[in-house]
């Protein structure tokens, strides 16, 4: 859970106060997270910028609470509930305090709500990436295109006709109202804070120091120092068990004790679980920790374990439930085998989102899927030193203490793994197929230098079943969905327009060498609506 501002108590302030002394300002902005997917990526967009942020519930902080922190900008994020049906908790005595506010998405419906306009469902909802076109001049688009591209997430529309002191600076096709301001309240029905957004960090920059005149930039520090640090004394001498998949998350964290152990790296673990992996996982971990004298290295095979449970569940989200047991079960085996004293995953603050969780308010979140790494409840203390992180910014960290480049550079990789590119029952055969499909796909795309230019690609063997002809007799095939993606974080992602030409060839592969594959097609979709993974 990451630390949230609940109540403004003595006790608080004086905690604030020696943060912002530590930064030498006197200027303090209040995020106040809704329930978004992206809410982590508006404190980052101000990080980057160097003014200091506080994450606060808006179940429990009060325009009095507001009031005694005194902030200069406060934000509002969006959400997944409306402000007819279940809003989030949010005393809208805070609009009336004078104190300049952003409201993204559902913030900005709930002020333009609170001041008397109209906030309806449209008939037309907005999903994906669209093109804004700016209505008046105004602070907030300063140094931004009369045109520019934006994310939207919503079905909600604003109407402020009735409220003539609205003024409307920003629309698209399906929204006349996309942006807007009045007094000292702005809003955006779009999200500035993922990247398809591309003016978003100039928007956020507008907002902080045109609008609520921050002057005091804090110089960015070095996060990676950070953890190392508190690595070190959270651990002290005691042994820890490494959850290890190669990917670039556990790497990074593998890297980050590494610096934080120094002596002691005896006392560290790293446990790779077979069963669901990728074709070539299980090499990767051998042959870039295999033989290092830092890291002892333990593989442990749950193939059983995993066709095991997963016997009878059909849907994605019973089959992700159900694997976590076994995930689980494995690393507490090691726990005791090891006697370690903490387990540490590579968990980013993505998964926390995606699962429902995050900072701790009580705005609704939606569980978009749940991941294997996260409230999985070990016997021991639980570290995660890449919780605030997402996966361009937990790469970063890893570039700055030494992890490979071929670790931080390999595309993302779910903990269910094939478990959710196969589409209802998973059996030996299924997971074999699924195996062959993905190293086919991501051969071709090294191979046609194709792999380093998608953030993540994959397939699956769907339910779907075609007639086709293998030689001169009809028989019936699987069919089998391929995707890429284009995306920086995960939180967002666009399907990647790989060329014609090579899908054919990709396709031709998967049906001439896998006997049970019939039919090959590609995903279109973009996320949002569509998830990365399949399910």
């Given at each position: 859970?990451?630390?949230?501002?609940?109540?403004?108590?003595?006790?608080?302030?004086?905690e604030?106060?020696?943060?912002?002394?530590?930064?030498?300002?006197?200027?303090?902005?209040?995020?106040?997270?809704?329930?978004?997917?992206?809410?982590?990526?508006?404190?980052?967009?101000?990080?980057?910028?160097?003014?200091?942020?506080?994450v606060?519930?808006?179940?429990?902080?009060?325009?009095?609470?507001?009031?005694?922190?005194?902030?200069?900008?406060?934000?509002?994020?969006?959400?997944?509930?409306?402000?007819?049906?279940?809003?989030?908790?949010?005393?809208?005595?805070?609009?009336?305090?004078?104190?300049?506010?952003?409201?993204?998405?559902?913030?900005?419906?709930?002020?333009?709500?609170?001041?008397?306009?109209?906030?309806?469902?449209?008939?037309?909802?907005?999903?994906?990436?669209?093109?804004?076109?700016?209505?008046?001049?105004?602070?907030?688009?300063?140094?931004?295109?009369?045109?520019?591209?934006?994310?939207?997430?919503?079905?909600?529309?604003?109407?402020?006709?009735?409220?003539?002191?609205?003024?409307?600076?920003?629309?698209?096709?399906?929204?006349?109202?996309?942006?807007?301001?009045?007094?000292?309240?702005?809003?955006?029905?779009?999200?500035?804070?993922?990247?398809e957004?591309?003016?978003?960090?100039?928007?956020?920059?507008?907002?902080?120091?045109?609008?609520?005149?921050?002057?005091?930039?804090?110089?960015?520090?070095?996060?990676?120092?950070?953890?190392?640090?508190?690595?070190?004394?959270?651990?002290?001498?005691?042994?820890?068990?490494?959850?290890?998949?190669?990917?670039?998350?556990?790497?990074?964290?593998?890297?980050?004790?590494k610096?934080?152990?120094?002596?002691?790296?005896?006392?560290?673990?790293?446990?790779?679980?077979?069963?669901?992996?990728r074709?070539?996982?299980?090499?990767?971990?051998?042959?870039?920790?295999?033989?290092?004298?830092?890291?002892?290295?333990?593989?442990?095979?749950?193939?059983?374990?995993?066709l095991?449970?997963?016997?009878?569940r059909?849907?994605?989200?019973?089959?992700?439930?159900?694997?976590?047991?076994?995930?689980?079960?494995?690393?507490?085996?090691?726990?005791?085998?090891?006697?370690?004293?903490?387990?540490?995953?590579?968990?980013?603050?993505?998964?926390?989102?995606?699962?429902?969780?995050?900072?701790?308010?009580?705005?609704?979140?939606?569980?978009?899927?749940?991941?294997?790494?996260?409230?999985?409840?070990?016997?021991?203390?639980?570290?995660?030193?890449?919780?605030?992180?997402?996966?361009?910014?937990?790469?970063?960290?890893?570039?700055?203490?030494?992890?490979?480049?071929?670790?931080?550079?390999?595309?993302?990789?779910?903990?269910?793994?094939?478990?959710?590119?196969?589409?209802?029952?998973?059996?030996?055969?299924?997971?074999?197929?699924?195996?062959?499909?993905?190293?086919?796909?991501?051969?071709?795309?090294?191979?046609?230098?194709l792999y380093?230019?998608?953030?993540?690609?994959?397939?699956?063997?769907?339910?779907?079943?075609?007639?086709?002809?293998?030689?001169?007799?009809?028989?019936?095939?699987?069919?089998?969905?391929?995707?890429?993606?284009?995306?920086?974080?995960g939180?967002?992602?666009?399907?990647?327009?790989?060329?014609?030409?090579?899908?054919?060839?990709?396709?031709?592969?998967?049906?001439?060498?896998?006997?049970?594959?019939?039919?090959?097609?590609?995903?279109?979709?973009?996320?949002?609506?569509?998830?990365?993974?399949w399910?």
């Amino acid at each position: 859970m990451l630390h949230t501002l609940r109540h403004v108590t003595d006790q608080a302030l004086a905690e604030i106060h020696e943060e912002m002394a530590i930064r030498k300002t006197q200027e303090v902005f209040l995020l106040f997270p809704l329930g978004s997917q992206f809410d982590h990526l508006i404190k980052q967009s101000l990080e980057k910028l160097g003014v200091f942020c506080l994450v606060a519930d808006s179940g429990s902080v009060t325009a009095a609470d507001v009031k005694k922190l005194n902030p200069i900008g406060i934000i509002l994020s969006g959400g997944p509930v409306s402000v007819h049906q279940d809003p989030p908790p949010f005393d809208k005595e805070i609009f009336d305090l004078g104190i300049p506010v952003l409201g993204i998405c559902l913030g900005f419906q709930m002020w333009a709500q609170h001041i008397g306009c109209h906030v309806a469902s449209s008939a037309k909802r907005e999903f994906g990436v669209h093109e804004l076109i700016q209505l008046d001049d105004n602070l907030l688009f300063d140094a931004c295109p009369f045109k520019m591209q934006v994310l939207q997430s919503h079905g909600d529309i604003v109407d402020a006709s009735m409220e003539p002191m609205v003024k409307v600076i920003a629309a698209t096709d399906n929204s006349p109202v996309a942006a807007a301001s009045y007094k000292h309240l702005w809003g955006v029905q779009f999200h500035p804070e993922v990247t398809e957004t591309v003016y978003g960090q100039q928007i956020f920059n507008n907002f902080c120091f045109d609008i609520c005149g921050a002057k005091d930039i804090f110089p960015a520090e070095d996060v990676a120092k950070q953890k190392i640090v508190e690595l070190r004394r959270q651990i002290d001498e005691k042994k820890v068990l490494l959850a290890l998949s190669g990917g670039s998350d556990s790497s990074t964290v593998a890297y980050l004790l590494k610096e934080a152990m120094g002596e002691h790296l005896g006392n560290l673990r790293g446990v790779y679980i077979r069963g669901i992996d990728r074709p070539d996982d299980e090499a990767h971990v051998r042959q870039f920790f295999g033989d290092r004298s830092w890291l002892d290295v333990k593989i442990v095979d749950e193939s059983e374990s995993f066709l095991q449970v997963l016997k009878g569940r059909l849907t994605m989200p019973r089959k992700r439930r159900a694997m976590r047991s076994v995930y689980k079960e494995a690393l507490e085996k090691q726990i005791a085998d090891f006697n370690a004293s903490f387990i540490v995953q590579g968990t980013l603050y993505t998964d926390i989102s995606e699962s429902g969780r995050g900072y701790g308010t009580r705005a609704k979140k939606a569980q978009i899927k749940l991941h294997h790494n996260v409230d999985l409840g070990f016997s021991i203390p639980e570290l995660m030193p890449l919780s605030d992180q997402v996966k361009d910014t937990g790469r970063n960290i890893g570039r700055s203490i030494g992890v490979p480049e071929e670790l931080l550079t390999r595309q993302p990789f779910p903990g269910p793994g094939m478990v959710v590119r196969i589409e209802g029952k998973v059996t030996a055969d299924k997971l074999r197929v699924a195996r062959q499909v993905d190293d086919i796909y991501i051969q071709e795309l090294r191979r046609h230098h194709l792999y380093g230019s998608v953030w993540q690609a994959g397939g699956v063997v769907t339910q779907s079943v075609t007639t086709c002809t293998k030689g001169d007799d009809a028989v019936s095939g699987l069919v089998v969905a391929l995707w890429a993606v284009w995306s920086v974080n995960g939180f967002t992602a666009q399907a990647a327009e790989l060329p014609f030409d090579f899908l054919k060839l990709v396709a031709r592969r998967i049906t001439n060498e896998i006997r049970e594959v019939g039919a090959v097609v590609y995903r279109v979709s973009d996320k949002p609506p569509a998830t990365i993974e399949w399910g």
